[in-house]
């Protein structure tokens, strides 16, 4: 099925597979399920597997040249001891993420309304994400850190299990797992503040235009130095309290990254269409930043997202959205959509019970 180089909207029923079908998309660009389902829940119930594929058009240069077109692969299967199969133009590939031509996609879900709504552990792993997507060479921050905090707290769990020990014998032991959590925690600590400067200002501008009143703001509460040095000393200075514990209590898997309106947490003095509003300005706003600092747009794919918006916000939401970079929209009803019959605007009717039929406008 081709897709417009702009705004697509996809329309039906509740039921009908919208969703499914931006899911689809999602995992020939990445090889993942964006709801983090397993396999089995991909695959058509009561079939054994099933195949998606990606055709990637590269965007024509300022010469009218298109850059080499692609096509990604993924099987998965029913089966729980069978691993998914990923390829690119045939060749089989441990990763798709990694590889350089494929897609980068911004992503709203009704779901992740608890990214405004609820705890600070989601928004601390879609922060890390972000991190990675601003910077890909840096590499796996999160997971670094991650690491040096499980070997870290696997032996505070060991040392509280086997009390008796001196101050001065857990010092010692504890002192190599110090030195690795502290260069990691300071450097995803960083990450973390850099990534959110970078995205601060392409935010409170989408917010602005898809008409949040107020300055929407993000407030990220570090509590740990981004000095691999002062980060070693606040370690150090808790061992034993650490060791009673038996894990470590201070550091970035504690941050807060609050949202706040005009000092305010959007979660608890935002109306429902305030909230959805701010995440639709941090998802466009994020795409915003990612296109500036590696040079490519990721595909927007907003699910399910003009419940609770009213008319003006809607005709705002459509307004940033048409006209820059491609986007896949669903909408029980496409007149949810103004502009929705316009001739540069992709229509995707999906019917119950069957493959989509298509109405594409644009260049593919
Ligand atoms: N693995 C599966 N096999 C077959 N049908 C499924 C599977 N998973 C979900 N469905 C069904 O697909 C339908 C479409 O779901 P969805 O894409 O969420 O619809 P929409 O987003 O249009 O409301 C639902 O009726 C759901 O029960
Ligand atoms: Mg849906």
């Known amino acids: 099925m081709p897709l417009g180089p702009g705004m697509t909207v996809v329309s039906g029923p509740n039921g009908a597979g919208k969703t499914n079908l931006l899911e689809i998309a999602y995992l020939a660009c990445t090889g993942r399920s964006f709801r983090h389902v397993p396999d089995r829940e991909l695959v058509r119930r009561g079939a054994e597997a099933g195949h998606v594929t990606g055709d990637v058009t590269g965007t024509p240069d300022a010469d ?3 850059a080499p077109a692609h096509r990604f692969g993924v099987g998965v299967s029913a089966r729980v001891d069978e691993r998914r199969r990923t ?3 045939g060749q089989p590939v441990e990763r798709l993420l990694d590889h350089p031509a494929r897609p980068l996609l911004s992503v709203f879900l ?9 705890g600070p552990a989601l928004r601390r792993a879609h922060l890390d994400q972000l991190v990675v997507a601003l910077r890909p060479s840096g590499g796996d921050v999160r997971g670094r850190f991650l690491e040096a905090l499980r070997q870290r707290n696997a032996l505070l769990g060991a040392l509280r299990d086997r009390p008796g020990r001196d ?7 504890l002192d190599p797992w110090d030195r690795s959590l502290a260069i990691a925690a300071a450097e995803l600590t960083r990450a973390r503040a850099g990534a959110v400067e970078r995205i601060a200002g392409a935010v409170a501008g989408r917010a602005g235009q898809l008409g949040l009143e107020g300055r929407l703001e993000l407030d990220y509460r570090a509590r740990t130095s981004t000095d691999p040095d002062e980060v070693l000393a606040a370690l150090r200075d808790r061992h034993a309290g650490d060791v009673e514990r038996g894990f470590t209590h201070q550091g970035p898997h504690r941050d807060e990254l609050a949202v706040r309106r005009d000092g305010r947490l959007l979660s608890r003095f935002g109306s429902q269409g305030e909230q959805r509003i701010a995440l639709l300005a941090i998802v466009l706003g994020e795409t915003d930043a990612v296109e500036e600092a590696v040079g490519r747009r990721p ?3 907003l699910d399910d997202v003009m419940s609770e918006l009213d008319r ?12 820059s970079g491609q986007a896949l929209v669903s909408v029980t009803e496409a007149d949810h959509v103004p ?7 992709g229509r995707v009717d999906v019917l119950p019970g069957r493959a989509a039929a298509t109405r594409v406008a644009g260049r593919a």
Do not use: T
């Open 64 to 66: 009218g040249a298109g």
């Open 87 to 89: 390829s690119v133009d």
């Open 110 to 118: 009704p779901d992740r309304m608890v990214l405004v709504k609820g």
């Open 167 to 173: 101050a001065s014998s857990i010092a010692h032991r």
């Open 299 to 301: 595909i927007v794919l």
């Open 312 to 323: 003006r916000r809607r005709e705002r939401l459509v307004d940033a959205v048409r006209g």
């Open 339 to 345: 502009g929705a019959e316009d001739p540069d605007v």
